[in-house]
């Protein structure tokens, strides 16, 4: 047994040593905090910009709906900020027959440097609900016409419930409704953070554990091809069995893939809290809370990170290494089986569709979390330590479906570590032509 | 007869469209050097895997030192050199040796001096650049299979193997192997090697082993071998040549079974059973004159091509390459 952790100690000593451990260690959590801040810094840059304001209204109502407008943009609490309180729209009551004229003017207004940003023509259609006007420079941004597009149809609305004889104070208390869907997950456990930040939890786990599986497990590939193609293999073998070589290989990149994990993990949660601020910078808080989150919690990053809970942490690292071993031994037969590069490309294929089966869908499991397809992919072998700790993260599993989904995972793994021993036996003084199935079928049957 | 290091009985290894080892039975002094001989494809490299536990045989047992080789620890006891070499490309020198020598159940502690004792002799480190510090890689491949003899030898093991150690070596390397080899037996330790050199085989071995398409076609120790099959060769001159009746002698199946004749001086190959006393006694009575009458003892590689030439030279398993 001590030689399994001499061959273990190899491993892990010579791969943690070199360089590129070093660099995918560090390189893979920046990337990540990179591509977690992108679409958080654009929500923050894509929420209405306070351009909205900077605007003309052309009011041929003749109704005050051009104040009414004005008034709801600058009481909008979203677009508050220091320097720009004070710009506020400006609002011309014109007359229907002078608006062609007018908007001409105001037209050549907003294609001066620095003026205005464009201008908005309300009519008797924008009061019977059918359109308005707006013409800018951000015409074509989505979340500012997005806002002004509500700021209007609520004016509208208001206008005509004033209209219709509704109490003042009514539609005044109708206007101050500002409904939020805060959501929240509920589980056994109590209450544990918001739906969003559960997603990013879920998603953030399936993603490492994929990506770790992966690596490491063609590490495992790459390792047992070059102890074959070197021959050094040989020279081990007379030493200790190959099933302990295989054992001792898995065991030591399963230590390193770990070692790989936490640090991922540690230096993910530092950069993300570090980096937060400073690329938020800017914005207030507020609107990155509405835009991205809703939670109204400083940082939706780090309340998935929250949302984790040492317990869920624990099992998805359980999970890892119970999906390292199932997919490392099938990877070191692979590379048993050949005896070069291009040659272990083609005989990893199965595997990698196994492991790609399940990272397709990933996408409907996030959608569904407690779907059928969700529920199958949690308890087969190959899909379980990718999609049962994503799962965990997305919606509450019972401990029971857990840890019998976990022994189902575990089994599967003894399977192909039983299964790869075998082929791994012969494969590793094979040389010459890469086998066929049949003769691996063969090995499998007399090994 | 001292105790045995390796006792092989009845083994047999059967691959899908051939058998590769045929009932095969071979016993190891201990403190011998043994040489396993054959052309290639006889099975020489199986046997080697099977005594190692690298491969199982189908039937039959093997022994190593009074214990099953499949025993716990009894294969630390084992140094082995395959015949095709190679050691982790990007590992430390060093490292790689620690490694090998901890999978043999030595100590760090232990390994350590040994490693440094060695590439101090095999003039790896002490000069200008301790290539122990150096990447495998970065080694010639002399130098490489420098480090994987001390691979082989750093365990200190009672038993040696050597799978074809002189392929591949230049003269100077392949005289420090064969002092290496004498110097392992002066320790009392156990060496078997294979090749298929015969000249090698002949100079180091005190025991041969000759197998050919996985059969043992004959054993022992290296001067019974030679005079088992020496006295059916006999050198003859004789003075003006086969006359009379001396050319029928040669000729008689009963007492020559090849002769080859250049005119004075016959090389004569006995036939089966017939004795030496009774050709000479039969020529001198022909009236040959006999200026020498020599019983030959072959060289091993004549042996080797004389027993195994019938069988495994024909199919174009040549004897050598």
């Known amino acids: 047994m001590d030689k399994i952790f001499t061959v273990a100690k190899r491993e892990y000593l010579e791969r943690v040593r070199s360089r590129w451990f070093l660099v995918i260690t560090l390189a893979v959590p920046a990337l990540m905090a990179v591509a977690f801040m992108l679409p958080l810094y654009m929500a923050a840059r894509s929420s209405a910009s306070t351009a909205v304001r900077h605007i003309t209204i052309l009011d041929a109502t003749g109704a005050g709906l051009g104040d009414r407008v004005a008034k709801s943009l600058m009481a909008d609490s979203s677009l508050t900020s220091q320097e720009t309180d004070s710009i506020k729209p400006r609002v011309f009551a014109v007359a229907a027959a002078d608006l062609a004229k007018r908007e001409a003017e105001v037209a050549d207004e907003v294609m001066l440097p620095e003026h205005i940003a464009g201008y908005l023509v309300l009519t008797d ?27 209007i149809r609520e004016q509208v609305m208001m206008l005509r419930l004033e ?33 969003v930040s559960g997603l990013f939890a879920g998603l953030l786990v ?31 073998i007379s030493s200790v069995k190959p099933e302990i070589l295989l054992a001792g290989k ?22 993300i809290n570090f980096l937060a601020p400073i690329v938020l910078k800017g914005s207030t808080a507020a609107t990155v809370a509405t835009s991205a989150a809703g939670t109204g919690s400083a940082s939706p990053i780090t309340a998935a990170m929250g949302s984790l809970s040492p317990m869920v942490l624990v099992i998805a690292l359980a999970y890892f290494l119970i999906g390292f071993t199932f997919y490392a031994t099938l990877y070191a037969a692979a590379g048993s089986m050949v005896n070069s590069e291009q040659e272990a490309q083609q005989a990893a294929v199965p595997v990698m569709l196994l492991a790609m089966s399940t990272w397709l869908l990933v ?16 308890w087969l072998p190959w899909s379980s330590p990718i999609i049962m700790p994503m799962r965990m993260g997305l919606t509450s599993v019972s401990p029971v479906s857990i840890a019998g989904s976990m022994v189902v995972a575990i089994l599967g793994s003894i399977g192909a570590i039983w299964l790869s021993a075998r082929i791994y036996r012969v494969g590793m003084l094979m040389y010459g032509k890469k086998p066929s199935f049949a003769e691996v079928a063969k090995w499998i049957r007399y090994a | 007869m001292s105790a045995l290091a390796v006792d092989i009985q009845h083994v047999v290894k059967r691959y899908e469209e051939h058998v590769a080892v045929r009932d095969l039975s071979l016993q190891v002094p201990q403190g011998s050097v043994y040489g396993l001989l054959g052309p290639n494809g006889a099975g020489k490299t199986t046997t080697i895997r099977m005594i190692l536990d690298i491969i199982l045989p189908d039937s039959g047992s093997i022994m190593l030192f009074g214990q099953p080789n499949t025993a716990p620890r009894v294969l630390d006891r084992v140094g082995y050199l395959p015949e095709e070499r190679g050691l982790y490309k990007k590992m430390q020198v060093r490292r790689v040796l620690l490694f090998l020598a901890e999978l043999k159940g030595l100590k760090p502690s232990v390994a350590s001096p040994r490693i440094d004792e060695w590439l101090a002799r095999l003039s790896l480190s002490g000069g200008d650049k301790n290539w122990g510090d150096a990447k495998v890689d970065e080694l010639s ?48 330790k156990t060496v078997i090697f294979s090749t298929h050199i015969m000249d090698n085989a002949e100079k180091m071995c005190d025991s041969v082993c000759i197998i050919s398409r996985g059969e043992k076609v004959l054993d022992g120790t290296v001067a019974g071998v030679k005079q088992a099959a020496g006295a059916r060769n006999i050198a003859l001159s004789i003075a003006g040549g086969a006359q009379n009746g001396a050319g029928e002698v040669l000729r008689d199946p009963q007492l020559v079974r090849k002769v080859d004749d250049n005119t004075n001086f016959f090389e004569i190959e006995l036939a089966p059973n017939a004795d030496a006393q009774v050709l000479l006694h039969r020529l001198i009575q022909a009236g040959a004159r006999i200026d020498r009458f020599e019983l030959m003892q072959p060289s091993l590689h004549q042996i080797f091509l004389q027993r195994v030439g019938a069988q495994g030279v024909e199919t174009g398993m040549s004897g050598h390459g």
């Open chain 1, 125 to 151: 259609s924008t009061l019977l609900g059918t359109s308005a006007r707006y013409a800018g420079r951000n015409a074509s941004t989505i979340s500012d016409m997005d806002k002004l597009q509500s700021v």
């Open chain 1, 250 to 271: 898995v065991l030591g990149v399963g230590a390193v893939g770990l070692t790989q994990q936490i640090a991922w993990l540690g230096i993910g949660a530092y950069l």
């Open chain 1, 363 to 378: 996408n409907p499991v996030m959608l569904a979390p407690s779907g059928k397809l969700a529920v199958v992919l949690s």
């Open chain 1, 206 to 236: 399936g993603v490492l554990l994929f990506m770790s599986i992966i690596i490491h497990g063609q590490n495992v590939l790459r390792g047992v091809l070059e102890e074959k193609s070197t021959r050094v293999a040989e020279v081990v």
């Open chain 2, 141 to 188: 491949r002399g130098m490489q299979q420098k480090v994987q003899f001390i691979a082989t030898l750093l365990h200190d093991p009672d038993l040696v193997i050597l799978d074809e150690p002189f392929s591949g070596l230049d003269p100077i390397n392949a005289q420090a192997l064969k002092d290496a080899v004498l110097e392992l037996k002066r320790r009392g």
């Open chain 1, 163 to 195: 209209r219709e004889g509704v109490r003042q104070d009514i539609v005044g208390d109708l206007a101050k409704t500002r409904l939020r869907l805060n959501s929240e997950r509920l589980s056994e456990r109590g209450r544990s953070g918001s739906g």
